[in-house]
């Protein structure tokens, strides 16, 4: 192929990127649109196999058959997450604004590290930054970045918080000088159910995880504040030196919600940093049904907020945003080719000071396109719909007595168990539920979840979809119900 058939910007580019592209857009439609399963089924070893031909051949094929080869051995043993019967994790189906928007924003390839990289795109990630702190109620000082989601939105959350807590408690600057021997006392709140990522967090920097202190939850599994009121208490007679409370606005497993405003006393009272990991539920807040369970957001000090979830936008895509803006200034630095001193005088946009990346797509262009192409209305109708969805699959379960429903959903999470007997042990069941989401995942009926609770596995459904049906629940219960049947009967179990 020559160059100008490889680039665009001469007439034999443009058409080859046409196309590429209209061959490319064929391809998934093909694969998606008349799959009956929503996963082949493939293992490991049989996928490996198709790919034994080499990766960087001497010479190579064409463009077309290489996008044949995705064709014919990637899509159709990809995880089809715009299949009905896909449920399985915190993976939407993509809309398709957000993927038009993705071909716009990676062939124009703008990076967010320089306003000269990415002119327009730096303004409108700016625009789109302060609709969503309006959109949580943030106070003017708020700003925000766009990241790759909610593990790096809540690293930088207690990044911040660590380096504020260090300069203002020890007088040390983290950034120059490195951690201060009191690193040490430094402790983390967060709910029992938090996601992992806050000890991941802890762990990279330099606290290690055991600066993470988990509080106990109540029957709903949101902190129990009475129970953090204890812990904050025992702390302080160690002698130890909290700095940061984590809320969860939707729990990776049962979408619970923690009493946000709660959270906020105590944060003011201990004059803690308050961080809301909303990656999951922070959709609510376009919904006029369901936005007050997230009351007391607009009091945290910074928010994670992932788009690749509930707002149904290609992965990657998440924003952090932060109350007052000008903490930035505890991880900002600036570089003589990319932002030097000079431009923050002459007002030139400067992103790369509020993010732990320096080359950064234009993600923000997907939110974008889809908040101006459905609006505020359009968006909640979808959440709305999954959440309502969630509801009814619970009665279903609830309703079945070979299924054992294990809590109420918040959020679209949905947990149960296939319990086929009264009195069947648990650690029958466990053996059972987790062998029926193995051949599950074999045979690509139904792609479900699998989770432990009080030590038992069970089985979820995150119900993202939003033109799945009821009808469709119900039958990805029965291909529970006829998978389990089946091994129930390999495995001899009666009770």
Not at 381 to 405: C, K, M, N, P, W
């Amino acid at each position: 192929m020559s160059a100008d058939e490889l680039f665009l910007g001469s007439e034999t580019g443009n058409v080859a990127y046409r196309e590429a592209m209209q061959q490319a857009a064929n391809a998934v439609v093909d694969s998606f649109a008349h799959t009956e399963e929503p996963y082949s089924g493939r293992s490991p070893d049989a996928l490996a196999e198709q790919f034994e031909e080499p990766v960087i051949p001497e010479t190579g094929t064409d463009l077309d058959t290489a996008i044949d080869e995705v064709a014919t051995k990637v899509l159709p043993h990809s995880v089809g997450t715009s299949h009905s019967r896909c449920a399985a994790h915190l993976q939407c189906p993509p809309m398709i604004p957000g993927l038009a928007a993705e071909a716009m924003l990676t062939a124009a390839n703008q990076s967010l590290d320089s306003f000269d990289q990415a002119p327009a795109a730096t303004v409108l990630e700016q625009e789109v930054i302060g609709a969503l702190c309006e959109l949580f109620d943030l106070p003017d000082a708020a700003d925000g970045v766009f990241t790759s989601g909610g593990t790096q939105s809540n690293f930088q959350a207690l990044l911040l918080a660590r380096d504020k807590y260090c300069s203002q408690q020890f007088g040390r600057d983290v950034q120059t000088s490195g951690l201060p021997p009191e690193a040490e006392s430094l402790r983390i709140l967060c709910s029992e159910e938090a996601h992992f990522t806050g000890k991941q967090a802890a762990h990279h920097l330099g606290l290690g995880e055991d600066a993470v202190v988990t509080v106990p939850t109540d029957e709903k599994r949101q902190i129990d504040p009475d129970a953090l009121d204890a812990v904050l208490a025992g702390l302080e007679t160690n002698g130890v030196e909290p700095f940061a409370l984590v809320g969860t606005a939707g729990t990776t497993d049962f979408g619970s919600i923690d009493p946000l405003d709660a959270l906020a006393d105590r944060a003011v009272e201990h004059d803690l940093w308050f961080h809301v990991d909303a990656a999951y539920g922070g959709a609510l807040a376009l919904s006029d049904d369901y936005d007050s369970l997230l009351s007391g957001i607009a009091r945290a000090d910074s928010i994670a907020v992932d788009f690749h979830k509930l707002f149904y936008q290609p992965i990657s895509c998440g924003a952090f945003l932060l109350r007052e803006g000008a903490d930035f200034e505890w991880m900002a630095r600036n570089a003589a080719y990319l932002n030097p001193e000079a431009h923050d005088e002459a007002g030139v946009p400067n992103l790369v000071a509020k993010s732990v990346q320096t080359t950064r797509r234009f993600d923000a262009l997907k939110p974008y396109v889809a908040f101006r192409a459905l609006g505020r209305e359009g968006v909640a109708e979808l959440v709305d719909s999954t959440l309502a969805l969630a509801d009814g699959a619970a009665s279903l379960i609830r309703d079945a007595e070979d299924f054992e429903l294990l809590h109420e959903p918040t959020l679209n999470a949905v947990v149960f168990r296939y319990r086929p007997h009264t009195g069947m042990s648990d650690r029958t069941v466990s053996r059972l539920n987790a062998e029926i989401r193995e051949q599950l995942l074999q045979d690509g009926r139904a792609i479900v979840a699998r989770t432990e609770v009080a030590g038992v596995t069970s089985l979820k459904f995150t119900l993202l979809n939003p033109t799945a049906t009821l009808d469709d629940v119900a039958t990805m219960l029965d291909i529970v119900r006829d998978c389990g049947m089946a091994v129930t009967q390999e495995m001899g179990v009666v009770a």
